[in-house]
């Protein structure tokens, strides 16, 4: 198969034949038909993630079809369309069998644990745990940006920030993360504010439920959702909080922030991480998939030869860029 192979960290990566994989016997094999370019792929090419081996393929937000399953998966997974939380789980742990997937102990992630789906074939563990079966009406594209982005923003807006109608929030950084997070909280009826230094992005946002926008940190907020992973905007956006209030770093950071401890006790404030969203909780995002607009921040279309570049270029334009190794 063909393949985005990266040799060495921060160094552009080529496209080349590589062998196909074979599934592991929990595991499957998907044809890759769409896939995101996602700061986090960034982050592995640049070697901020000690986990991941060279050479490695990256990507690990896609949809495509099963083309193979392991001895211990049932067969019938055979040419469903499908897709995958980044975070794969083991199923096993007694963090997954208290339903916490997304922050599994054991987890596997294409892309950084081992090769991801910048190919045109990607394999996955524990596929009983972690194939997510797609609705005929979720297009390829659209299921492309839920394994990461759009399901982590979910997440973090429903289950960790818990924004309930009529709450103020900040949504800092205006790239596919944060973008899905304006879509999400302004659906639950949050007057959202996307703050981004990008003029396009912020116009992207209010097409997409922002009633405001701004350039820096936004005071009086009930809630902040930090996407773009910029240590000073994260400790910023906590300043910034009225008191109780609830700040979620989605966005990574891996060289650590500074936050500032003095305004989160003087203010009662919560600070809180999110991760991912775990497969079983797919079914629920799927039945209240916004289509229209998750499929309108896609900004952009390439092939496998284009994915370098867009790693390179990655937030010089508004909007995903989705990749689809199987074109020509």
């Known amino acids: 198969m063909r393949a985005l192979v990266i040799e060495e960290f921060g160094r552009p990566g080529e496209v080349r034949e590589v062998p196909r994989p074979d599934p592991a016997p929990d595991g499957a094999v998907v044809q890759v038909e769409a896939t995101g370019v996602c700061r986090s792929d960034w982050h592995a090419w640049q070697g901020h993630d000690d986990g991941v081996p060279l050479p490695f393929v990256p990507g690990h937000e896609f949809a495509g079809t099963v083309v193979a399953v392991g001895s211990d998966v049932d067969r019938a997974w055979i040419g469903r369309r499908v897709t995958a939380p980044f975070v794969c789980a083991c199923g096993a742990c ?68 818990r924004v309930v109608a009529g709450e103020r929030v900040a949504v800092y950084g205006c790239g596919g993360l944060g973008l899905s997070a304006v879509i999400i909280a302004s659906r639950a009826g949050a007057e959202v504010t996307a703050v981004d230094a990008s003029p396009q992005a912020l116009e ?34 906590i300043r910034a909080l009225r008191r109780r209030g609830r700040h979620v770093q989605i966005g990574l950071l891996p060289g650590g922030a500074h936050v500032s401890m003095d305004a989160v006790i003087a203010g009662e404030l919560d600070v809180l991480g999110s991760h991912g969203l775990a497969a079983h909780e797919y079914p629920e995002l799927l039945r209240t998939l916004p289509h229209d607009a998750v499929a309108a921040m896609v900004g952009r279309h390439g092939r496998l030869e284009d994915a370098q570049r867009a790693l390179e270029t990655l937030g010089a334009s508004a909007g995903v860029v989705l990749i689809h190794p199987g074109e020509r």
């Open 94 to 161: 007694p963090t997954c069998a208290a339903g916490e997937h997304q922050v599994c102990p054991h987890q596997e992630q294409p892309g950084f644990t081992h090769d991801g789906s910048f190919a045109e074939f990607v394999a996955i563990r524990h596929a009983r745990t972690n194939l997510v079966a797609l609705p005929d009406e979720v297009s390829f594209d659209v299921a492309a940006t839920l394994g990461c982005r759009y399901a982590t923003a979910w997440r973090a807006v429903h289950r960790r920030a």
């Open 204 to 237: 992207l946002a209010t097409r997409l439920g922002a009633a405001r926008t701004a350039g820096t940190a936004v005071p009086d907020m009930h809630v902040a959702l930090e996407c773009s992973g910029h240590p000073g905007l994260a400790d910023a956006a």
